[in-house]
């Protein structure tokens, strides 16, 4: 089945390490998201990617780092600047933009991160 | 600025209840889409309507319909006879479609849903 595979589901970092988080999807989506969501919040754009070799940074990008080598992958790497990365981390991708035509996004089951 | 608000953070009900859900945006966009979304606790969101500013028809799918009203920028969701699988977070998001290159999307802060059998 087609899909967006988040690994893995729960991840645990020391203070000062970076760690990341992995994204697949076998979809064929151009376009590949993350976004953060803290308890009882909405989601908050990280960074996104529209083509491979190429992204751009959201609303909260510091202390996070990504890369788009594979249409396919689109890893998110949380830094030792990221000073509260404790969060509920979800990735998503779409087709193309159509003109004005704006496409739903389709999200991966998430990666919770907690602070030991 | 765009900005979506979810003003009912959580909603409890009895199984087969009816239950709104609403949604106010704010977008200086004349050409805009709206989207639901629903969170179970699985964690996942899963894509459940897109909405384009110029189709005001209301939308019924099954036990879920959707109110869309430009007058009071409000994009709101139904569910008829309320079951305890409706359970979940929902949120509505918005994306302008000028402004923004891509399919980007600015969300409502959620409405927890809890449905008691």
């Known amino acids: 089945d087609g899909g967006i595979t988040q690994s893995p589901k729960y991840l645990f970092r020391k203070e000062g390490q970076n760690v990341t988080l992995s994204c697949e999807q076998n979809?064929?989506?151009?376009?590949m998201y993350w976004y953060r969501q803290d308890p009882g919040q909405g989601l908050r754009l990280i960074y996104y990617s529209q083509i491979v070799n190429d992204f751009q940074k959201g609303d909260i990008a510091e202390g996070y780092s990504v890369s788009r080598e594979k249409k396919e992958s689109f890893p998110l790497t949380v830094t030792s600047a990221q000073k509260n990365p404790t969060a509920f981390y979800l990735c998503?991708?779409?087709?193309?933009?159509?003109?004005?035509?704006?496409?739903?996004?389709?999200f991966g089951d998430g990666t919770r991160l907690s602070i030991l | 600025a765009q900005k979506v608000t979810q003003a009912q953070t959580e909603i409890s009900v009895v199984e087969k209840e009816d239950v709104t859900l609403d949604c106010v945006y704010e977008t200086r966009d004349t050409t805009y889409y709206l989207f639901w979304y629903k969170q179970p606790p699985s964690g996942e969101l899963v894509f459940l309507i897109r909405?384009?500013?110029?189709?005001?028809q209301n939308e019924i799918s099954g036990r879920y319909s959707w109110n869309f009203q430009k007058s009071t920028s409000s994009f709101n969701f139904t569910i008829t006879a309320s079951q305890v699988v409706d359970s979940a977070v929902y949120f509505c998001a918005l994306s302008e479609a000028r402004n923004n290159a891509g399919n980007m999307l600015t969300f409502g802060g959620g409405t927890r849903l809890m449905v008691k059998p």
């Open positions: 998503a991708s779409s087709i193309k933009r159509r003109g004005v035509e704006v496409q739903p996004q389709h």
């Open positions: 909405r384009n500013s110029f189709d005001e």
């Open positions: 979809l064929n989506h151009d376009a």
